[in-house]
């Protein structure tokens, strides 16, 4: 899985069950992927990204499903979807554990 595959589907499992369209997919992850040192594309991206999604939403039981007029979300009755919510899934913080701050700021004495 290359770099634009993995920022495609972290972008899918963060924008949930409502999906994104295939250009706000292609922008973030040109912003994702072009740095300081490394430029590439838009629309080598907008490309790459089009044709993922439509590899990639053809049967039902597909990692990406098309929702509407070219919105694309990940699958939930896909297996495979699933696992990936859960990799991508941050866990979760306890908010009843306080939380300890140490000073690292130098002592002027």
């Not at 740095?35 to 990639?56: K, M, P």
């Not at 979760?92 to 002592?107: F, G, I, K, M, Y």
Request: proline residues 2%.
């Amino acid at each position: 899985m290359n770099n634009y595959e993995r920022h495609i589907l972290r972008i899918l499992t963060e924008a949930g069950a409502e999906g994104l369209s295939v250009a706000k997919i292609a922008r973030h992850v040109y912003n994702a992927s072009n740095t300081f040192f490394e430029t590439v594309d838009f629309e080598e991206v907008h490309r790459f990204v089009s044709s993922y999604l439509l590899r990639n939403s053809k049967s039902a039981d597909s990692l990406v499903e098309k929702t509407e007029r070219g919105i694309y979300r990940l699958n939930a009755n896909s297996a495979e979807s699933r696992q990936l919510m859960l990799q991508f899934c941050d866990p979760e913080e306890d908010d009843d554990a306080p939380v300890r701050q140490e000073d690292l700021s130098l002592s002027l004495f």
